[in-house]
């Protein structure tokens, strides 16, 4: 794996895999080196800003749902690729092939690099809308306790 940016890729990975068994992001912050926390916390939080939209991008250049580990590493890596300005889209697919290979699973490399390399070519998404960026529990829970007509005000409300 490539330095600090193997490091940093590996690390987020595993923060992602934490918060997923119900443990605090914050916590696992507080366990993270310092020499990588800021850019671990970045990594992630873009990540589940924008996960919605990065799931719906990767999910068109996937004939099926791949498994959990490579799912974190693709999402991990297309946050990167999108929100990170301080490495180059192409470097980050480099890593991710990299840490697949190494760590994860050699022959599905070939299947990361493939879909990475098409996440770089398209635009960063860009819908910001309530749905595409809540987590469903929330809009679930929106729609108990909102009448349907006062659930969409609410989330035009919340667009703006």
């Known amino acids: 794996m490539q330095g600090t940016a193997g490091h940093i890729l590996q690390t ?8 997923e068994n119900g443990r605090s ?12 926390r800021n850019s671990v916390g970045f990594v992630l939080f873009a990540l589940f800003r924008n996960r919605k939209s990065i799931d719906r991008l990767l999910m068109q ?4 749902a791949p498994e959990k ?3 974190a590493l693709l999402e991990v890596t297309s946050a990167q690729i999108f929100y990170c300005k301080g490495i180059a889209g192409e470097s ?3 890593v991710a092939v990299d840490h697949c290979r190494k760590k994860i699973q050699p022959k599905a490399a070939g299947f990361v690099n493939a879909v990475l390399r098409k996440m770089t070519a398209q635009p960063v998404p860009d819908d910001f809308s309530p749905e595409a960026i809540l987590p469903e529990p929330v809009l679930k829970h929106w729609l108990q306790i909102y009448t349907p007509d006062h659930y969409l005000k609410f989330l035009e409300e919340f667009a703006l």
């Not at 987020?12 to 918060?19: D, K, M, P, R």
């Not at 916590?27 to 993270?32: A, K, P, Q």
């Open 12 to 19: 987020a990975i595993h923060g992602l895999e934490w918060t």
């Open 25 to 36: 992001l914050d916590d696992f912050l507080d366990r993270t080196p310092e020499n990588c």
């Open 61 to 64: 250049f996937v004939r099926k």
């Open 69 to 71: 580990k490579i799912m």
């Open 92 to 94: 980050a697919v480099n």
